[in-house]
């Protein structure tokens, strides 16, 4: 049923939430917006991906949320990092680093 | 960190969900309304802005639900919801949870009755301390045709051998039951059960008294000082618990008997007596025959080979091999085995028995759960592909069925610990106090753990046939075609009923052999007139009535008496009465071609009136009269059977036995409970009568510690009211002589047939049950024919054709699974009922009355289960099933 098939994909989804959220706290929309700015548009991120990732995290202990209101005076649930969010991002960061350098080392090679 | 928010998730998620879902629920909402929100800036109309949200969010429920999955103890909760909609289905289908539910509450409550007792007989330890140190001894018999390997009761030499030479075991005897005595302590006179036992047998059973001490080797020697141990409930209820009862003396037998010791509240002993007395065992009197029940306890640091070898060392070297005589050319050796095989061994094959026929019952449950699991199954198929579509898999809509079958395996599993109660409750009133080697049959956690364990296993066995068959369906086609019932589940379906049906056979053939068995036991000519016949028993184990003449003086003052009670024709007394457990003894004939001629004979002492008394028809000679005197000539009356073994059927009246007993009468067989050759219950023997008058004072003293002699009277009308008057008119021959019962003919044909009764009663509940069964899945498979064809019958129907026709078409199917099973079964019980050769009594296993009951009651109950379901085909309106797609 998801629009992002693979593991790999799944790990992306969590780094750029994180990655997101490292900025201060959002709402659910605000991820999605933030997500699809900073990719320059790559990643549309549905609802159907997005809030199970977040209760995910949630319940990992990554982020903790809160109700508040919204810029448009609407009740909405925002996230924010907690330390060990953080700490998820710093590792998660440098695993992606690591990847996308050798993927990158890979496809160059001839 | 990490950990502790995981935990909080967890707990939340299994505990709060309804908080939860309320976060999830407005979460979404409220994303949903930005989104909205977000459109109409962009400057989208407001409905199409709306529509525009919703296709970005992908349904509200969907992204839920994504979400629920995903949560922490997801499959917990998926197990719980599943349980939840599961007990709604079964809710919904109150018709077929009923069924369910009650064949598994009846099914499974048989075997929680059963195997509690199996549990109680087979498995649970006495209770006593280290029980797995305690035996008896078995004789093995080998090598001639009596071959054999059971329990042996012991004579006085055995006893004294085992006493002194085996120093491996501390052992006892006892009684081999116990003795009906008058017990007179302070002003209370009773009747009471002695338990007779030797020196160390509470050491054997690990028993401290509560007050005082065990027996001492002393007071065990013959003719030492006479003590007694109470037992707790006496000590109790006679004695108001006197703390300063030891030392104190009471009458037991009219002799002073000093009270030693008392025993614990609980204790129980394999005698289950009210007062124990030292046995006093020796080679004589008693002791001259097998007539003491051994228990051993293995000493510490032996070993249960090193006692065997010792038994066999010392009893091998006896002068006296009785085995050997009875067998000639055997071999015979002996072994110990642990006290509750021993006091249970005779009961284990009955048991088994029933146990192999509950699970029988359980097989024929599990076939109808699974014909209508099955036929749930198919109705749901609807159901079924509706979930399929929305996205289940397929292990979620099996593991949804497996849930509601284990559902309903559990309410009708609790249901079923109920019906065992009840069942052995009622067991138990049928049962004579004492009939049991036990003390009680409890409902313990091994029995319940056992009616779990059933329940879920049935549940896997009735559900696992329906998921198999249903595996292969294919649900798309099946939505369109609304029905799935094809050939392949109707076979199916009838394959059970015929198995069930097979199974309900052999049980139906084998308690119709016992219920045979038991009518040609109760009604073989009883060669007396029972009707009209009042017995009261008293027991005569009393040091006065050791002297012959106290004896007769008190016979021929209570018959005087009880004739003279208004109603009664006429009295007598009598050792042993018919249907009774009679005592034998050896005869050599003394005269003619016959003489030197030597056998056993059963043996019993009676007063002039007893064959009057019982209308015993006089074939040859005469009976007793007041002139058969101690110092006249011994006569005997001998009956039919006699003749016949001794004399060939020529008429015995005037030859002699025992070189000076003149035989004066013949008179007709009567059946009685043989002590000398056992092959039924009830048969009829060889007996010798004497007169009461001319048996000497040691043999009396004998015979009266074992038996309890009968008073009988005749009357014309009334047999009941006059059990007071008999009592009146015993107490004016002897104040202290309590009655210890009032019987009619009847109630001592009954205690001697409980055994027989009781299997028929056990084995006919059974086979009862999986009769009712049966029925109900017959029922069930052409009720469901009829409602799943109604279409087609309503088309033909249409067509001309007639309900007559239609009706049988439809029934067809049961009764031909029926008769199969029928055929099956006579098949399988013709192998099967062979091992019930040796509890049959003049009847043979290929009965053909039984077979034919058999074969009209399963062909009644057929044909009731298929008319009764096939009626509603004649309220089927052609037209409108018709019009109904």
Same mark, same amino acid.
């Given at each position: 049923?998801?629009?992002?098939?693979?593991?790999?994909?799944?790990?992306?989804?969590?780094?750029?939430?994180?990655?997101?959220?490292?900025?201060?706290?959002?709402?659910?929309?605000?991820?999605?917006?933030?997500?699809?700015?900073?990719?320059?548009?790559?990643?549309?991120?549905?609802?159907?991906?997005?809030?199970?990732?977040?209760?995910?995290?949630?319940?990992?202990?990554?982020?903790?949320?809160?109700?508040?209101?919204?810029?448009?005076?609407?009740?909405?649930?925002?996230? +924010?990092?907690?330390? @060990?969010?953080?700490?998820? =991002? #710093? *590792?998660?960061?440098?695993?992606?680093? +690591?990847?996308?350098? @050798?993927?990158?080392?890979? =496809? #160059? *090679?001839? | 960190?990490?950990?502790?928010?995981?935990?909080?998730?967890?707990?939340?998620?299994?505990?709060?969900?309804?908080?939860?879902?309320?976060?999830?629920?407005?979460?979404?909402?409220?994303?949903?309304?930005?989104?909205?929100?977000?459109?109409?800036?962009?400057?989208?109309?407001?409905?199409?802005?709306?529509?525009?949200?919703?296709?970005?969010?992908?349904?509200?429920?969907?992204?839920?639900?994504?979400?629920?999955?995903?949560?922490?103890?997801?499959?917990?909760?998926?197990?719980?919801?599943?349980?939840?909609?599961?007990?709604?289905?079964?809710?919904?289908?109150?018709?077929?949870?009923?069924?369910?539910?009650?064949?598994?509450?009846?099914?499974?409550?048989?075997?929680?009755?059963?195997?509690?007792?199996?549990?109680?007989?087979?498995?649970?330890?006495?209770?006593?301390?280290?029980?797995?140190?305690?035996?008896?001894?078995?004789?093995?018999?080998?090598?001639?045709?009596?071959?054999?390997?059971?329990?042996?009761?012991?004579?006085?030499?055995?006893?004294?051998?085992?006493?002194?030479?085996?120093?491996?075991?501390?052992?006892?005897?006892?009684?081999?039951?116990?003795?009906?005595?008058?017990?007179?302590?302070?002003?209370?006179?009773?009747?009471?059960?002695?338990?007779?036992?030797?020196?160390?047998?509470?050491?054997?059973?690990?028993?401290?008294?509560?007050?005082?001490?065990?027996?001492?080797?002393?007071?065990?020697?013959?003719?030492?000082?006479?003590?007694?141990?109470?037992?707790?409930?006496?000590?109790?209820?006679?004695?108001?618990?006197?703390?300063?009862?030891?030392?104190?003396?009471?009458?037991?037998?009219?002799?002073?008997?000093?009270?030693?010791?008392?025993?614990?509240?609980?204790?129980?002993?394999?005698?289950?007596?009210?007062?124990?007395?030292?046995?006093?065992?020796?080679?004589?009197?008693?002791?001259?025959?097998?007539?003491?029940?051994?228990?051993?306890?293995?000493?510490?640091?032996?070993?249960?080979?090193?006692?065997?070898?010792?038994?066999?060392?010392?009893?091998?070297?006896?002068?006296?091999?009785?085995?050997?005589?009875?067998?000639?050319?055997?071999?015979?050796?002996?072994?110990?085995?642990?006290?509750?095989?021993?006091?249970?061994?005779?009961?284990?094959?009955?048991?088994?028995?029933?146990?192999?026929?509950?699970?029988?019952?359980?097989?024929?449950?599990?076939?109808?759960?699974?014909?209508?699991?099955?036929?749930?199954?198919?109705?749901?198929?609807?159901?079924?592909?509706?979930?399929?579509?929305?996205?289940?898999?397929?292990?979620?809509?099996?593991?949804?069925?497996?849930?509601?079958?284990?559902?309903?395996?559990?309410?009708?599993?609790?249901?079923?610990?109920?019906?065992?109660?009840?069942?052995?409750?009622?067991?138990?009133?049928?049962?004579?106090?004492?009939?049991?080697?036990?003390?009680?049959?409890?409902?313990?956690?091994?029995?319940?753990?056992?009616?779990?364990?059933?329940?879920?296993?049935?549940?896997?066995?009735?559900?696992?046939?329906?998921?198999?068959?249903?595996?292969?369906?294919?649900?798309?086609?099946?939505?369109?075609?609304?029905?799935?019932?094809?050939?392949?589940?109707?076979?199916?379906?009838?394959?059970?009923?015929?198995?069930?049906?097979?199974?309900?056979?052999?049980?139906?053939?084998?308690?119709?052999?016992?219920?045979?068995?038991?009518?040609?036991?109760?009604?073989?000519?009883?060669?007396?007139?029972?009707?009209?016949?009042?017995?009261?028993?008293?027991?005569?184990?009393?040091?006065?009535?050791?002297?012959?003449?106290?004896?007769?003086?008190?016979?021929?003052?209570?018959?005087?008496?009880?004739?003279?009670?208004?109603?009664?024709?006429?009295?007598?007394?009598?050792?042993?009465?018919?249907?009774?457990?009679?005592?034998?003894?050896?005869?050599?004939?003394?005269?003619?071609?016959?003489?030197?001629?030597?056998?056993?004979?059963?043996?019993?002492?009676?007063?002039?009136?007893?064959?009057?008394?019982?209308?015993?028809?006089?074939?040859?000679?005469?009976?007793?009269?007041?002139?058969?005197?101690?110092?006249?000539?011994?006569?005997?009356?001998?009956?039919?059977?006699?003749?016949?073994?001794?004399?060939?059927?020529?008429?015995?009246?005037?030859?002699?036995?025992?070189?000076?007993?003149?035989?004066?009468?013949?008179?007709?067989?009567?059946?009685?409970?043989?002590?000398?050759?056992?092959?039924?219950?009830?048969?009829?023997?060889?007996?010798?009568?004497?007169?009461?008058?001319?048996?000497?004072?040691?043999?009396?003293?004998?015979?009266?510690?074992?038996?309890?002699?009968?008073?009988?009277?005749?009357?014309?009308?009334?047999?009941?009211?006059?059990?007071?008057?008999?009592?009146?008119?015993?107490?004016?021959?002897?104040?202290?002589?309590?009655?210890?019962?009032?019987?009619?003919?009847?109630?001592?044909?009954?205690?001697?047939?409980?055994?027989?009764?009781?299997?028929?009663?056990?084995?006919?509940?059974?086979?009862?049950?999986?009769?009712?069964?049966?029925?109900?899945?017959?029922?069930?498979?052409?009720?469901?024919?009829?409602?799943?064809?109604?279409?087609?019958?309503?088309?033909?129907?249409?067509?001309?054709?007639?309900?007559?026709?239609?009706?049988?078409?439809?029934?067809?199917?049961?009764?031909?699974?029926?008769?199969?099973?029928?055929?099956?079964?006579?098949?399988?019980?013709?192998?099967?009922?062979?091992?019930?050769?040796?509890?049959?009594?003049?009847?043979?296993?290929?009965?053909?009355?039984?077979?034919?009951?058999?074969?009209?009651?399963?062909?009644?109950?057929?044909?009731?289960?298929?008319?009764?379901?096939?009626?509603?085909?004649?309220?089927?309106?052609?037209?409108?099933?018709?019009?109904?797609?």
């Amino acid at each position: 049923m998801s629009a992002e098939p693979t593991t790999l994909l799944q790990g992306t989804l969590d780094l750029l939430i994180l990655k997101s959220l490292a900025t201060g706290e959002m709402h659910g929309l605000g991820i999605s917006r933030r997500i699809q700015q900073i990719t320059g548009g790559t990643f549309l991120v549905k609802p159907g991906s997005l809030f199970p990732a977040l209760h995910r995290m949630e319940e990992e202990g990554w982020t903790s949320s809160f109700w508040g209101d919204s810029e448009n005076n609407r009740r909405a649930k925002y996230y +924010r990092l907690t330390k @060990a969010g953080r700490k998820q =991002l #710093e *590792a998660e960061s440098k695993r992606w680093g +690591r990847i996308s350098w @050798a993927i990158a080392q890979a =496809l #160059e *090679a001839s | 960190m990490p950990l502790v928010a995981k935990a909080r998730s967890f707990l939340r998620n299994l505990f709060f969900t309804r908080r939860a879902e309320e976060d999830l629920d407005q979460e979404v909402r409220s994303h949903l309304q930005m989104l909205i929100d977000e459109n109409v800036r962009a400057g989208m109309g407001r409905g199409e802005a709306e529509r525009a949200a919703r296709l970005e969010l992908g349904g509200t429920e969907q992204v839920k639900e994504q979400v629920r999955e995903k949560r922490l103890g997801n499959g917990l909760h998926a197990v719980g919801s599943d349980c939840r909609f599961g007990l709604r289905q079964l809710r919904k289908n109150p018709g077929f949870t009923l069924t369910v539910v009650l064949t598994l509450a009846l099914s499974v409550g048989a075997n929680t009755a059963i195997f509690s007792l199996v549990n109680a007989l087979l498995l649970k330890s006495l209770p006593y301390p280290h029980p797995e140190r305690m035996g008896t001894i078995y004789t093995r018999i080998t090598g001639s045709s009596g071959a054999s390997d059971k329990r042996h009761n012991v004579n006085g030499e055995q006893w004294d051998l085992l006493r002194d030479n085996v120093p491996a075991l501390t052992s006892a005897v006892s009684s081999g039951g116990t003795t009906g005595v008058n017990l007179k302590g302070g002003s209370h006179v009773g009747y009471v059960h002695d338990g007779r036992v030797s020196a160390h047998y509470l050491d054997v059973l690990g028993l401290q008294p509560l007050l005082g001490r065990n027996f001492s080797e002393d007071e065990d020697r013959p003719h030492g000082p006479k003590a007694a141990i109470l037992s707790y409930s006496l000590w109790r209820n006679v004695f108001g618990a006197d703390p300063g009862i030891l030392g104190q003396s009471i009458l037991l037998r009219s002799e002073p008997y000093t009270v030693v010791g008392v025993l614990p509240q609980g204790a129980t002993t394999p005698l289950n007596a009210d007062v124990y007395t030292p046995l006093q065992a020796s080679r004589e009197g008693e002791g001259r025959g097998t007539n003491f029940s051994c228990i051993i306890r293995l000493r510490d640091g032996v070993t249960w080979e090193e006692a065997d070898a010792e038994i066999n060392h010392t009893w091998l070297s006896r002068a006296g091999r009785y085995e050997l005589t009875d067998n000639p050319g055997a071999k015979v050796n002996y072994h110990s085995v642990p006290l509750k095989k021993g006091q249970t061994d005779s009961l284990r094959p009955q048991v088994l028995a029933l146990m192999v026929a509950a699970g029988f019952i359980l097989l024929i449950a599990c076939a109808n759960l699974a014909g209508l699991t099955l036929v749930r199954m198919m109705r749901r198929t609807r159901e079924v592909a509706t979930r399929l579509a929305l996205g289940a898999s397929g292990w979620q809509i099996q593991r949804q069925f497996w849930i509601e079958n284990l559902l309903l395996a559990l309410v009708g599993g609790a249901f079923s610990v109920g019906v065992g109660f009840v069942a052995l409750r009622e067991l138990f009133l049928l049962l004579p106090e004492h009939f049991l080697p036990v003390a009680s049959v409890p409902l313990d956690s091994r029995v319940m753990l056992f009616t779990l364990v059933i329940s879920v296993l049935t549940s896997v066995l009735f559900g696992m046939l329906p998921a198999l068959a249903t595996r292969r369906v294919d649900l798309r086609s099946s939505m369109v075609h609304r029905s799935v019932a094809g050939v392949g589940s109707l076979r199916l379906r009838q394959g059970l009923i015929a198995g069930e049906v097979a199974l309900t056979v052999m049980l139906l053939a084998g308690s119709g052999l016992l219920v045979r068995s038991l009518i040609h036991l109760e009604t073989l000519p009883p060669g007396f007139h029972a009707n009209g016949v009042m017995v009261e028993k008293a027991s005569l184990d009393d040091v006065r009535y050791h002297d012959p003449a106290t004896f007769r003086k008190l016979l021929d003052e209570s018959t005087a008496a009880m004739r003279q009670i208004p109603g009664v024709e006429n009295a007598a007394v009598g050792l042993n009465l018919p249907y009774e457990f009679t005592g034998n003894d050896w005869i050599t004939l003394s005269d003619g071609k016959e003489a030197g001629h030597q056998g056993g004979v059963d043996w019993v002492y009676v007063t002039p009136g007893y064959f009057d008394t019982l209308e015993m028809p006089l074939l040859a000679g005469r009976v007793f009269t007041d002139a058969d005197g101690p110092n006249a000539q011994h006569v005997i009356v001998v009956n039919q059977s006699f003749a016949r073994k001794f004399y060939g059927g020529a008429n015995p009246v005037g030859r002699y036995i025992d070189k000076d007993t003149l035989i004066v009468g013949e008179v007709a067989d009567v059946p009685l409970s043989s002590g000398l050759d056992p092959v039924a219950p009830l048969e009829t023997e060889e007996t010798m009568y004497v007169p009461a008058a001319q048996v000497g004072g040691p043999l009396l003293a004998l015979l009266h510690v074992w038996v309890q002699p009968n008073w009988i009277v005749r009357t014309a009308g009334r047999a009941e009211g006059l059990t007071a008057e008999m009592q009146r008119a015993l107490e004016k021959a002897d104040p202290n002589l309590p009655a210890s019962g009032f019987y009619t003919m009847g109630d001592l044909l009954v205690r001697t047939l409980t055994m027989q009764r009781m299997e028929v009663a056990l084995l006919g509940a059974m086979a009862a049950l999986a009769l009712l069964l049966s029925a109900v899945g017959i029922f069930a498979l052409v009720a469901n024919m009829v409602a799943e064809r109604t279409r087609e019958i309503g088309i033909r129907m249409a067509l001309g054709s007639s309900i007559g026709r239609v009706m049988f078409e439809i029934g067809r199917s049961g009764v031909a699974a029926s008769l199969f099973g029928v055929v099956l079964g006579l098949l399988l019980s013709a192998g099967a009922l062979r091992v019930m050769q040796s509890v049959l009594y003049g009847v043979g296993v290929y009965d053909m009355t039984t077979s034919l009951f058999v074969i009209l009651t399963l062909f009644a109950i057929t044909l009731l289960a298929t008319m009764l379901p096939t009626l509603r085909i004649a309220r089927i309106d052609p037209a409108r099933t018709l019009r109904e797609e």
